[in-house]
């Protein structure tokens, strides 16, 4: 597939996390607002990493590339990111970004996410999971005020995605194509997606689900969707 990637100075990647804990028969072992991947969950991200990295690798035909993985504050995302980048075949870092993280809707949440996220609380299980993690938590955005309606969150997604091109993206040399990665939850996707002028409503976004765009400066490109994981038993 040829996708004239040499104009695309840089490549913006939005997924949505891993089958979580408690859309599962399993138990959720962290708190119940902020579930674990399943063993599945983590299996999809590996996938994904895969197919990501074959895409650009063979696909796009990239032969230097500059990795940015930046993802939500939950427990999901974070093991999702992790598990992407060993997919990818990378040991990167994971600066954590509350301008994507849920949307803190009273339909799912009660209180402020500091209250109950692994990330802040210290919750054993949390830790355990993550001691591995190479998380970088230097967020640019402030986490979001609870409650918050579709419209707030998309908003903040929208001044996240302008934040995340002024302080990640340009960071390359002259000769190496950056890969922005973002990890995120399911209306976040749909967000971040628009941001970047996609032609069609993005819906009922599954596990893992994935967008890779091209950007030469001007304009944006999509140039992959809808990898499939939901093969990963």
Do not use: W
């Not at 995302?77 to 509350?98: C, D, F, P, R």
């Not at 500091?114 to 967020?139: A, P, R, W």
């Amino acid at each position: 597939m040829n996708q004239n990637n040499q104009q695309y100075k840089q490549i913006f990647i939005v997924i949505r996390h891993g089958e979580r804990q408690d859309f599962s028969d399993n138990e959720v072992k962290m708190h119940t607002c902020d579930p674990e991947l399943t063993e599945r969950g983590k299996r999809q991200a590996n996938e994904a990493g895969v197919q990501i990295m074959n895409f650009l690798k063979n696909d796009l035909k990239l032969k230097k590339i500059k990795i940015t993985v930046l993802s939500s504050p939950f427990s999901r995302t974070l093991t999702t990111a992790h598990h992407l980048s060993k997919g990818m075949n990378v040991n990167q870092e994971i600066y954590i970004e509350n301008g994507i993280c849920e949307i803190l809707s009273k339909s799912y949440f009660t209180d402020q996410p500091t209250t109950f996220l692994g990330l802040y609380t210290n919750e054993e299980n949390f830790v355990k999971e993550t001691k591995d993690y190479k998380l970088i938590n230097k967020s640019y955005s402030e986490m979001p005020t609870f409650p918050e309606s579709f419209s707030n969150c998309y908003d903040r997604n929208e001044t996240a995605f302008k934040i995340f091109k002024e302080n990640y993206a340009n960071k390359s040399k002259d000769d190496e194509v950056e890969i922005i990665i973002m990890v995120t939850h399911g209306y976040s996707v749909q967000a971040l997606t628009q941001c970047m002028e996609i032609d069609y409503e993005v819906y009922q976004v599954e596990f893992c689900e994935t967008f890779i765009f091209g950007y030469n400066g001007n304009t944006y490109k999509l140039l992959k969707d809808q990898f499939n994981t939901e093969h990963i038993k």
